[in-house]
Nanobody
Framework: VQLQASGGGLAQPGGSLRLSCTAS????????MGWYRQAPGKQRELVAT???????NIADSVKGRFTISRDNAQNTVSLQMTSLKPEDTAVYFC???????????????WGAGTQVTVSS
């Protein structure tokens, strides 16, 4: 399973950015896709995830500002980030929980990470 993310970059406080991530390779089934982030000196934390049937888990720190969506047919997950704050600055990692083959259990897969910087 490979996860390719796009988007991110630099935004001013109050601005918006959009992240997208597409899964490819050997994928039997996907339970959930989403995003985690890691700021310098901090642990990786959940941002938002969405299951194949549309259930969302969104961190309190981004509720009302970030929206997660998913295209099951394209194996793509997107994160629309609005009202960005400096504390949103982090490396954002695309996440997938799923099975690569029938003989494999579901497991997490991670993208390489994309930098989001919020600064004036």
């Amino acid at each position: 399973v490979q996860l390719q993310a796009s988007g991110g970059g630099l935004a001013q406080p109050g601005g918006s950015l959009r992240l997208s991530c597409t899964a490819s390779g050997s994928i039997l089934s996907i339970n959930a896709m989403g995003w985690y982030r890691q700021a310098p000196g901090k642990q990786r934390e959940l941002v938002a995830t969405i299951t194949s049937d549309g259930n969302r888990n969104i961190a309190d720190s981004v509720k009302g500002r970030f929206t997660i969506s998913r295209d099951n047919a394209q194996n793509t997950v997107s994160l629309q980030m609005t009202s960005l704050k400096p504390e949103d600055t982090a490396v954002y990692f695309c996440y997938l929980n799923g099975r690569a083959a029938w003989y494999m259990a579901a497991m997490p897969y991670w993208g390489a990470g994309t930098q989001v910087t919020v600064s004036s």
